[in-house]
């Protein structure tokens, strides 16, 4: 008789993902605690993972455009501001 395959809910993979993510254990720990394969984790993280850095290389990108908006008005209004000599 085959054996049926389990499948996991959305609500378990989302917590092997968060947990995979926290590092405070390694990934044999997290297979044990969750009951699943460490080749699983692995697969779980890493769209995770590549969705995180795309986004917070978006944050950057923003914050550093407005850095820089910053400095250019904040140098004119500091040269205007100063008397010369």
Same mark, same amino acid.
Do not use: W
């Given at each position: 008789?085959?054996?049926?395959?389990?499948?996991?809910? #959305?609500?378990?993979?989302?917590?092997?993902?968060?947990?995979?993510?926290?590092?405070?254990?390694?990934?044999?720990?997290? #297979?044990?605690?969750?009951?699943?394969?460490?080749?699983?984790?692995?697969?779980?993280?890493?769209?995770?993972?590549?969705?995180?850095?795309?986004?917070?290389?978006?944050?950057?990108?923003?914050?550093?455009?407005?850095?820089?908006?910053?400095?250019?008005?904040?140098?004119?209004?500091?040269?205007?501001?100063?008397?010369?000599?």
């Amino acid at each position: 008789m085959p054996q049926t395959r389990k499948k996991h809910g #959305a609500d378990l993979k989302a917590k092997v993902s968060l947990a995979a993510f926290r590092c405070n254990e390694t990934v044999i720990e997290l #297979a044990s605690r969750f009951g699943v394969h460490p080749s699983q984790i692995h697969t779980r993280k890493r769209p995770y993972k590549t969705r995180l850095l795309q986004y917070l290389r978006a944050v950057r990108a923003d914050s550093y455009l407005h850095i820089e908006s910053l400095n250019y008005t904040s140098v004119s209004s500091l040269t205007e501001a100063t008397p010369t000599a």
